[in-house]
């Protein structure tokens, strides 16, 4: 590494080291508005200091007069919460309140257990009946559970039961919500596929941003220090200016570049200052990845040495016969995520 200048986690090219550099050439300032003249000539400064620790952020002079820290909050106004009867429902039913608490959100509520439309195979070798009554015994805790949240915080909030057609009832219900929660299916759940297919269906054709619960462990906050993954792309793009109003609150907001070569100049600077124009003071790094590691096992490394307890990206998927599938980086992360993911496509 050397002497060489460094950005927060960013290793700078010989190609930004250069001001006189196309990409970022101060003469063809009449093709740049001013603000965005003021924070490269401000990055070209950084990249002749060679102190160590060096970071890029809202705070560092290049961005002063745009760090508007009396920009309006963006809120989450309207929640919706799939509940699928599964027995880490009871846990993505707490992280939906406890975003609903931090926004002053009501709450909408759907149980809606994940089942097939050849269901009456059970009766060969279960009793169906059993099957029927534990699914009321779960919807009645959760319920208990729900309403009493609500008491607590003094929120307001809907509770909505659909025991058949769960995809649909959600769907149909997604366009009237500003976020929706789901939860991450434990592998070791007979029910599993069935349920991420939904959940799948939903983050792709939903249009709403879509916050994941993982099916293990506990979370006591969540959007205090996020962790956004950002390659200027369309569904990364969505998925950030989904994720405003948890930024807007957070403590500490870094973002993480792929791709850098797509923008062509200082990776992550000109979102950087339309955070700033909203009153967020982002860091921002870039993710460098060896061969023998994945982007999405060094993107959940960086988050886990960061310490954050929000991941906000982009959602990519296709069509294959007829049904939206994820991508692969897209796919791992929703496999084995650590902290709750907040996706948008």
């Known amino acids: 590494m050397g002497d060489r200048p460094r950005i927060g986690a960013i290793e700078l090219s010989h190609h930004y080291k250069n001001a006189r550099s196309p990409a970022i050439d101060m003469h063809q300032s009449d093709a740049f508005p ?3 003249i003021a924070i490269r000539e401000g990055l070209t400064q950084i ?3 060679h102190s160590p620790g060096r970071r890029l952020n809202a705070r560092h002079p290049c961005f002063r007069g745009f760090l ?3 920009a309006p909050i963006m809120e989450y106004r309207s929640i919706l919460v799939h509940l699928d009867g599964s027995e880490r429902a009871s846990a993505c039913l707490d992280l939906a309140l406890l975003v609903a608490r931090q926004h002053g959100a009501h709450l909408n509520a759907l149980f809606a257990p994940v089942t ?3 269901e009456s195979a059970w009766s060969v070798s279960f009793d169906t009946g059993y099957r029927e009554r534990t699914r009321e015994d779960t919807r009645r805790a959760l319920e208990h559970q729900f309403l009493n949240g609500l008491s607590q915080t003094n929120l307001k909030g809907t509770w909505r039961t659909a025991m058949k057609h769960a995809q649909q009832e959600l769907l149909a219900l ?3 919500a500003d976020l929706i929660v789901v939860g991450q299916s434990d592998p070791h759940d007979p029910d599993a596929s069935l349920s991420n297919r939904l959940q799948v269906q939903v983050t792709l054709a939903a249009g709403r941003p879509v916050l994941w619960t993982p099916y293990v462990g506990t979370f006591p906050t969540v959007g205090e220090r996020i962790v956004v993954a950002w390659d200027a792309g369309q569904s990364a793009t969505r998925a ?3 994720a405003l109003p948890f930024m807007q609150l957070a403590g500490h907001t870094t973002i993480v570049t792929l791709n850098a070569e797509r923008e062509g100049r200082i990776p992550g600077a000109d979102i950087a200052l339309v955070l700033a124009r909203h009153g967020v003071d982002a860091e ?6 060896p061969p023998t590691v994945s982007v999405a096992d060094a993107l959940l490394s960086r988050v886990d040495k960061l310490g954050s307890d929000l991941l906000v ?3 990519y998927g296709h069509a294959r016969w007829k049904e939206l599938v994820l991508g692969g980086v897209t796919q791992t992360v929703l496999g084995s995520m650590p902290v709750p993911v907040l996706m948008s496509h």
């Not at 921002?284 to 990845?289: A, G």
Request: glycine share 8%; proline share 7%.
């Open 34 to 36: 001013p603000e965005t």
């Open 47 to 49: 990249n002749c200091d």
């Open 68 to 70: 508007n820290r009396g």
């Open 116 to 118: 097939t439309d050849h």
């Open 174 to 176: 997604s366009p009237f």
């Open 240 to 242: 950030l200016y989904d």
């Open 284 to 289: 921002i790094t870039q993710l460098h990845t």
């Open 313 to 315: 990206m982009g959602a």
